[in-house]
């Protein structure tokens, strides 16, 4: 069985219902019946990576692991 074959113009816009949907890759993929790896792959090339909502910028110092005694 051969793979299908995306053109780029599905695969773009495919990358901007990610990112206007607001909806996960995983669950748009099996929306569309493809492999969630290949709408990451498709993601990272055409420069919709997945937003980071929130970062903690934190010191080293205070999470440090602590063994228990």
Request: glycine content about 6%; overall charge positive; aromatic content about 10%.
């Amino acid at each position: 069985m051969k793979k299908p074959l995306y053109d780029e113009t599905y695969k773009r816009k495919t990358v901007q219902y990610v990112k206007e949907s607001g909806k996960a890759v995983a669950e748009v993929a099996r929306e569309l019946k493809i492999k969630d790896s290949t709408l990451y792959g498709w993601m990272k090339k055409y420069g919709g990576e997945p937003e980071i909502v929130a970062t903690q910028a934190f010191k080293s110092e205070d999470h440090q692991l602590k063994r228990p005694t």
